[in-house]
């Protein structure tokens, strides 16, 4: 092996197992390590900036500005507490609604952002009915994470997979992994309701102050949502036609973002671009790079060969060793970097061979979007949900999210396997 190669095998694996270990924050560690690739000649400057997907960048930063405009009316509070009128202030039927709005949220914002609103709103609800609330936290975490599967701008690594294959549409996330999902969270609710009976008792007083609450008291700027609702509206059926319009999915999403902001005054500008998590945008483009150093070495060309060499070729092997090793690693370690590693693995598999890949892409998306709720550091939702939690008085522990998060997790990854093999296998 060349020197360049076990140098960028040693930088990769030193910056990932610091990344897991937490002790210094992901973004500073990507950014070294990317740093590191360039500066130590692994890649020159040019084919690192190559490496970086803007698409996936543009598409992160047009969603934060939509959605942090659009949290600013009051509209997803406005929705969970009409959800937990609808359901006449019964826990347990509040504990389903506000899984259903988190998994449908995540599926068109993101699942991080959806977390973020829909948190504050479920102590506000818990509160008022003195039910523990760490059930419907650890629901909204699992549908988030099932949710965000759903589309391609529910979850960063389909975000990562549908910008570096051009053939995979808005659309074709929606077709191919809405069903799938959908599966899922049916399997899921019956589970739920099982899991979590003991705590979902409160008195008849209490589910009548859920009652008497006044939702449009909630929405604070009512011409302001409006002007939200209409540039949603563009953006998702920008999404749903970008390959009709032959625009990358990035275009449109800064288009509608930025459309947002003319319409709603220069005054929101600023407060919207400060909301945007630069850190998460730095964090790829450090990831980015790091990868680019394996790539350019043949490191990953090397990975794809031992793959193919242990599944002999075999599609289905392939595809059901790609969707198990994604869940399980992406229980783990973060799946951001994990998806960054495996994009040009499967491509490379294409160059030898493997005629059809998209069984292998579905499988990734998949395995590293369902993988996330197999443990509280699985993905940045459950460790924001548990960041909130404590601040709240109400710790989240890992155990705790293990005994219920893992075996749930497998069960989707049985339910995957069975979907994948039928669909695109048999």
Known sequence: MEQQAVWAI????????????????????????GIL??????????????HIDFNTLGLLIGMMIIVS???????????????????????????????????????????????LLMVPVTFSITRQLKVNPLPFLITQIIASNVGGTATLI?????????????????????????????????????????????G????????????????????????LLRKCLIVLALTLLGFFTHQLLHLESATVALAGAFLLLLLSGEHMMEEALARVEWMTIFFFV????????????GVIARLAE?????????????????????????????????VATMIPMIQEMGNMGVADLEPLWWSLALGACLGGNGTLIGASANLIVAGMAGKEGHPLRFTQFLKYGFPLMLLSIVISSIYVYLRYLL
Do not use: C
């Open 154 to 198: 529910g979850d960063p690594p389909n975000l990562m997979i549908g910008s570096a294959v051009k053939e995979l549409s808005f659309m074709s996330f929606i077709y191919n992994l809405a069903p799938i999902t959908a599966i899922i969270l049916v399997v899921y609710i019956p589970i739920f309701v099982w899991l979590f009976r003991k």
């Open 286 to 297: 450090g990831l980015f790079v790091l990868v680019s150093g394996l790539i350019e070495t």
């Open 37 to 50: 690739m360039v500066g130590l000649g692994i890649v020159d400057q040019e084919t690192a900036i190559h």
């Open 69 to 115: 405009i659009t949290a600013e009316t009051g509209v997803f509070k406005y929705i969970a507490v009409i959800a937990a009128k609808k359901a006449k202030g019964d826990p347990t039927r509040i504990l389903l609604s506000l899984m259903l709005i988190t998994a449908i949220s995540s599926a068109f914002l993101d699942n991080v952002t959806t977390v």
């Open 10 to 33: 040693g930088i990769f694996l030193v910056i990932y197992a610091l990344i897991i270990s937490e002790k210094i924050h992901r973004t500073i560690l990507a950014m070294i390590g």
């Open 306 to 338: 031992q793959s193919i060499e242990l599944t002999g070729g075999n599609l289905t092997a392939t595809s059901l060793l790609i969707l198990w090793l994604s869940a399980i690693a992406s229980a783990f370690l973060d799946n951001i970097p994990f």
């Open 200 to 223: 979902m008792r409160t008195t008849d007083e209490l589910k009548q102050s859920i009652m008497a609450l006044d939702e449009k008291e909630l929405i604070s700027d009512r011409r």
